[in-house]
């Protein structure tokens, strides 16, 4: 089944996830947060949006899992 | 559908050869793909690029890998062989299966079709690293291109294998580093670098059904390339040379390569194997059939030829 979903609506799809991102972040729901980051990304993958979600992925790793979210962000 | 996913047909490799749609101009890898040494034809990467680091090699490869060919993919195909084969041979069976088979062909065409323009355009809206990664993978497929029906029909596998091959590249990653081949950070730079690849492949085009259509197309296409099951290996070094190609290899970056080749050609031996050895037993047992029914039809024939004397002595004797 063909998507018929325009760019501008899967932009403006993909704000309104980046600000659910947000607001779970402020209430310490991390994990949420980078859900919707993620699907934001998915939707819009925008170099801001990529580097976002990856951003959000970082702060939750640690280790080398960490260094190669944040080499990876630096691409962008 | 199976026969959606038949293995390739002349008719679907020639509407691609023969097509109207020239691959899309990418940019020359920059950071991505190692500079050719002179001498090298075919693709020609940008000159003057700086050397990769091992993740970044790693995630080239990586995704030249997956463009090779899914293995479920190739399962799935040889599975569809053997199920051709193993179906019985009558012959409104085989008309319909005929009518099918063109009907999947022109089906597969059409998408293929769809998805070169798909991949122009997306080549064109594509951010510049995402054109470096397409570049670095288009060159290093240079050998399965030739064979797939052009550059063009490897672009359309690039985007599409970014999507279906995703779960192979993860598994081989993480497979390598726990080996110690590759560092853990390298093998997830790679699954990332796919996972964002894939999404932007799907979301540039704005035809997200359209391109997994077209996954199951170019994935065919692939699986045709690489159809001589036991050249897999010699197509995943031949690969790695272009893509590796005048890069002071570390010691690492070799045996990475190396066993990557290995791990892809083992699990496809092993896997191609299976299937070729079933479908080897269905064709001999077709045959064995075949030869008991042609044996019980001579045997009936005699039957009724005796009957037929014996009933013709019985009309003369009442004669």
């Keep these: ?76 | 559908m199976v026969l959606a996913i038949h293995s390739a047909r002349p008719a679907a490799a020639t509407s691609v050869t023969h097509g109207d749609h020239r691959p899309a101009t990418v940019e020359a890898p920059a950071s991505l793909a190692p500079e050719r040494p002179s001498g090298v034809s075919g693709h020609e990467l940008a000159p003057g690029s700086d050397a990769p680091n091992e993740g970044q090699l790693a995630a080239a490869f990586a995704v030249t890998a997956t463009v090779l060919g899914d293995p479920v993919m190739m399962m799935i195909a040889l599975q569809a062989e053997l199920r051709n084969h193993g179906t019985d041979n009558q012959e409104t069976r085989v008309q319909q299966s005929s009518d099918q088979s063109e009907i999947a062909d022109a089906f597969r065409a059409e998408e293929l079709e769809k998805a070169a323009k798909m991949a122009e355009k997306a080549a064109k809206k594509a951010p510049p690293w995402v054109k470096k990664l397409i570049g670095a993978i288009v060159s290093a497929v240079g050998a399965i291109a030739s064979i797939a029906g052009g550059a063009g029909a490897a672009l359309v596998a690039v985007g599409a294998a970014l999507i279906v091959g995703a779960k192979i590249v993860e598994k081989v990653m993480m497979k390598l580093a726990e080996e110690g081949l590759i560092s853990e950070k390298a093998a997830t730079i790679v699954s990332t670098v796919v996972k964002i690849a894939a999404a932007v492949a799907a979301a540039v085009t704005g035809q997200v059904g359209q391109l997994a259509n077209a996954a199951k197309a170019a994935a065919d296409v692939v699986s045709t390339a690489v159809k001589l099951v036991k050249s897999i290996a010699d197509m995943v070094q031949a690969a790695s040379d272009v893509a590796f190609a005048g890069v002071d290899m570390h010691s690492s970056v070799r045996n990475f390569q190396s066993e990557m080749a290995n791990i892809m050609a083992e699990q496809w031996g092993i896997e191609a194997d299976g299937s070729i050895s079933n479908m080897e037993s269905a064709v001999d047992g077709i045959r064995d059939l075949e030869q008991s029914h042609t044996r019980m039809m001579k045997t009936a024939t005699a039957a009724l030829s005796i009957q037929d004397r014996t009933r013709m002595a019985a009309v003369q004797g009442m004669a």
Excluded: C, Y
Aim: aromatic share 4%.
């Design chain 1, 1 to 76: 089944m063909n998507s018929i979903i325009t760019e501008q609506e899967r932009s403006a799809a993909a704000s309104a996830l980046a600000h659910k991102a947000e607001l779970a972040q402020r209430l310490g729901s991390h994990h949420k947060s980078v859900e919707l980051l993620d699907a934001a990304m998915r939707l819009d993958p925008t170099p801001d949006r990529i580097r976002a979600w990856l951003g959000a992925s970082a702060s939750g790793s640690s280790g080398v899992e960490r260094e190669a979210l944040l080499e990876i962000a630096s691409w962008f």
